[in-house]
């Protein structure tokens, strides 16, 4: 199966195509590669390597640059995700976009299902929400993935890093280390991420999954576990979103329960702190 990956070079991009390489013909696309927000050049990527299933981890996703470039934000993960839903369709072969919990607002306080209402508190939640409408409604052949606090070996493009390595930095840097306590989680590797989504592509149960780790934290407990299995010495205490002034609204309680993949006993991903446990022994 001729596989191509976009966003190759990012976080879950790369988990992809290292966990399919021995499954799967993956063409790695990065955006010297592809640039999804040009219709054009979409066309004769993807034309060019008649791919059957095409997997979009491309996004603008940095959410404060996210809201002071509203214009660039839909573009890329509305506009983007439109062209390839489209081209899908003519080229009949399957998409797997990924999305993300910040679809909702929080405020539900239990684990988001998918069928849950969404409502966005910021550009990237409404961006990323018309990109999940976009491509439910021009394609047939598609998995919307929303995932939660991905961390993996290669860092997040957009972000310059992830959770992990900006604790490894402020234990480094700072006599303290705070954590907030009170915004709930779900960290979830992209080495799961990156397995599960193949078990799922290899079926014809489209649709829209959320695709997280078992279980949730907050971030200052993810951060104990990081500081404890890395022997990180600075003082690492808790602290409340109210400490911090608020550039952009984000939803403080974001755990997605994996309803729709439990429906078609797809849900094999491990626990969260087994997952991230895993990941630091890894990069020791
Ligand atoms: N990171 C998280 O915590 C998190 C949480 C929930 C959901 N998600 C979702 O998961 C997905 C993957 O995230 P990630 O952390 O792997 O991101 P990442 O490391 O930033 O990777 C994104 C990749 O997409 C490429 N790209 C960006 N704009 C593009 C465009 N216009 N055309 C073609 N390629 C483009 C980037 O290349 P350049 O860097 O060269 O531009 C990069 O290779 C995204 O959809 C994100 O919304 C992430």
Redesign the pocket.
């Known amino acids: 199966m001729k596989v191509a990956v976009?966003?190759?070079?990012?976080?879950?991009?790369s988990e992809i195509c290292k966990s399919f390489s021995d499954k799967c013909e993956i063409i790695p696309l990065?955006?010297d590669d592809?640039?999804?927000?040009d219709k054009d050049n979409v066309y004769k990527v993807l034309t060019g390597i008649k791919p059957q299933v095409v997997i979009n981890?491309?996004?603008?996703?940095n959410v404060p640059q996210c809201e002071q470039n509203p214009v660039l934000s839909f573009q890329?993960n509305g506009q983007?995700a439109l062209n390839l839903a489209k081209i899908s369709n003519e080229l009949n072969y399957k998409i797997v976009h990924?999305?993300?919990?910040y679809v909702f607002d929080g405020e539900k306080k239990a684990p988001y299902i998918e069928d849950d209402r969404t409502n966005p508190l910021n550009i990237y939640g409404l961006t990323?929400l018309d990109g999940e409408n976009l491509i439910k409604n021009y394609c047939d052949k598609y998995f919307i993935i929303r995932?939660?606090?991905?961390y993996g070996k290669t860092l997040?493009?957009?972000?310059g890093g992830?959770f992990i390595t900006t604790m490894i930095k402020a234990a480094k840097t700072k006599p303290v280390v705070k954590v907030v306590n009170d915004e709930i989680l779900t960290p979830s590797s992209?080495a799961q991420v990156a397995l599960n989504t193949y078990k799922l592509f290899n079926t014809e149960n489209y649709g829209l999954y959320h695709m997280t780790c078992q279980g949730y934290c907050s971030w200052y407990e993810f951060a104990c576990v990081i500081f404890d299995k890395l022997n990180l010495q600075t003082p690492l205490e808790p602290c409340s979103v109210s400490d911090f002034p608020v550039n952009v609204k984000r939803p403080t309680y974001s755990v997605l329960e994996n309803h729709n993949l439990k429906s078609i006993n797809l849900d094999n991903i491990i626990f969260w702190k087994d997952a991230l446990i895993d990941h630091l022994n890894e990069i020791k």
């Open positions: 976009i966003g190759a070079n990012g976080q879950l991009g990065t955006h592809i640039e999804i927000i981890t491309a996004a603008y996703h890329i983007g990924y999305s993300t919990d990323k995932t939660t606090g991905l997040c493009r957009a972000k992830n992209a």
